[in-house]
C-alpha cells in the first residue's frame, strides 16, 4: 500500500512541472534502474499515464477494502507518524517534502534513525483511500519528553464522527489526551 501511495503523491507533487522539467523527469524515469527508494522515486516522477492508472487502480482495490472493513468498525487507530514528535531542526535544507528520497533523519525517543521520507507512512493509509482522520495526543514519550500520538481514520464523509471521537477523548481521557507543547516550544 505505502509504494502505491508513494507513486500517486510523487505524481500529484509533480504534475506541474514545466516542459523542460518534464522532459529531465522522463529521462530519470527511464534511465531508473533497481529497486532503491530513489530509483522508484525518479520512475514515478517521470511515470507514464498507464502507470499511474495501474497506481490508481490498486488504490480503489484498497478503497474497496476499508469500506468493507468500516462495515464492522467504526475507527481504526494508529500511529501519526514513524516516530515521536521531534525537536525543531534548522541545520539544514528545509525544504525537503515528507515524500522526497533525501538524506535527512529523524531521531525517535527509542535513538532509531528513520529516513525523513518514511515518516508518512501511517498517513498512507487515509490519504491513499480519501479517508478522514483525526489526530489526538496521547501523552509524552518517557525517553525525551516530546508529544506522542495517535490518528482516528474512519469511513468514507464521516469526518465529523472522526472529531467527535477526539473531543470524547480530550474530555473523558484526562490530560494525557490534552496538548501542552513541550518546554522550550511555542
Known amino acids: 500500500m505505502f509504494d502505491t501511495y508513494l507513486q ?6 509533480n504534475c506541474g512541472l514545466g516542459a523542460e522539467d518534464a522532459a529531465a523527469a522522463f529521462a530519470a524515469a527511464d534511465g531508473a534502474a533497481g529497486a532503491g527508494d530513489a530509483a522508484r522515486q525518479a520512475r ?7 502507470a499511474w492508472f495501474a497506481a490508481h487502480k490498486r488504490r480503489l482495490l ?11 468498525y467504526d475507527f481504526v487507530i494508529m500511529p501519526i507518524c514513524a516516530s515521536t514528535a521531534w525537536p525543531h531542526d534548522h541545520s539544514g535544507p528545509n525544504d525537503q517534502p515528507f515524500w522526497k528520497v533525501g538524506d535527512r533523519v529523524i531521531h525517535g525517543a527509542d535513538g532509531q534513525a528513520t ?3 518514511k515518516q508518512v507512512y501511517w498517513a498512507a ?5 480519501y479517508l478522514p482522520s483525526v489526530t489526538f495526543p496521547t501523552g509524552r514519550a518517557a525517553s525525551n ?6 490518528q482516528a481514520i474512519g469511513a468514507k464523509y464521516m469526518d465529523h464522527a472522526c472529531i467527535t471521537f477526539a473531543d470524547v477523548l480530550a474530555q473523558a481521557g484526562g490530560s494525557a489526551f490534552q496538548f501542552a507543547p513541550p518546554a522550550g516550544y511555542v
Open 44 to 50: 514515478w516522477i517521470g511515470q507514464r499515464h498507464h
Open 125 to 129: 493509509l487515509a490519504t491513499l483511500c
Open 62 to 72: 484498497f478503497c474497496e477494502q476499508m469500506e468493507a472493513f468500516f462495515k464492522e
Open 115 to 117: 529516513p525523513y521520507h
Open 8 to 13: 500517486l503523491l510523487a505524481a500529484a507533487e
Open 145 to 150: 519528553g516530546m508529544p506522542v500520538g495517535l
